[in-house]
């Protein structure tokens, strides 16, 4: 089954109003693959979210960073999946290692905002990734795999989930997972779903790769047969990240 490419640009708590005019000018006068090729999702942080929406060229679209568990009332400070709909924010990402380090979100928890956001009508990119310790202990396996069945227990329809492998060393550091790093974790993935939610869910799913990753190395690793796109965080504030959607195009060589 072919499984269009997928771009995701992670802005995380960055930008200014002037910042963000900025890079929206650089997306918007890019030349890139069309929408047949690449799928392409930025997400800035909730305050940008409207005013992105608004001036982004019609091809690509807005990701929200993080939505509520449930329906939205007594919380204060979150933001609710009605909430995006209503703005018409298509996107969200899920469960990010840095909210599940640094807010303690748990694999259930993150299984019952996937469940929830999907329940409302956003699409979820939903991210599994492995720490330091976990990879030098050998058991990033089993570290994504329960991570993705804490998902897999809430939701029945994958239709509208992107899977993102982002290995915690990665993020951040410029340590970036070795191509066949990367193409290993997401074979045993995409294992997981076909012994676990079956064949059609295992071919039909992305699982796209974040960690580090730049206009230099974006083309080696798409090519992995088993690595459908990125999630990129630095890289997709600067131009490079133009170079990083174009790398799409590897898939049509492969």
């Known amino acids: 089954m072919c499984r269009k490419f997928f771009v995701g640009g992670n802005w995380k708590c960055n930008g200014t109003i002037e910042e963000v005019k900025k890079i929206v000018t650089t997306l918007n006068e890019a030349e890139v693959p069309s929408e047949d090729v690449v799928e392409v999702v930025v997400s800035p942080p909730f305050v940008f979210l409207p005013f992105v929406k608004s001036l982004l060229r019609s091809d690509f679209q807005v990701a929200a960073q993080n939505s509520w568990v449930r329906k939205g009332g007594a919380f204060t400070g979150e933001i609710s999946a009605e909430m995006l709909v209503n703005l018409g924010v298509p996107w969200v990402i899920l469960g990010h290692s840095e909210r599940r380090a640094l807010l303690n979100e748990t694999n259930e928890f993150v299984g019952d905002k996937v469940a929830y956001a999907l329940s409302q009508g956003l699409k ?131």
Request: hydrophobic share 45%; glycine share 8%.
């Open 124 to 254: 979820v990119i939903a991210c599994v990734g492995e720490t330091l310790e976990q990879r030098e202990s050998g058991s990033t396996v089993a570290v994504v795999a329960a991570q993705t069945k804490a998902i897999a227990d809430k939701v029945s329809n994958w239709a509208h989930i992107v899977l993102a492998y982002e290995p915690v060393w990665a993020i951040g550091t410029g340590k970036v997972a070795t191509p066949a790093q990367a193409q290993e974790v997401h074979f045993e993935l995409r294992k997981w779903l076909h012994d676990n939610a079956g064949a059609e869910v295992a071919a039909s799913t992305r699982i796209i790769y974040g960690g580090s990753v730049n206009g230099a190395n974006c083309k080696e690793l798409a090519a992995q047969p088993d690595v459908d796109g990125f999630l990129v965080g630095g890289a997709s504030l600067k131009p490079e990240f133009i170079d990083i959607i174009k790398s799409a195009t590897v898939k049509k060589n492969v």
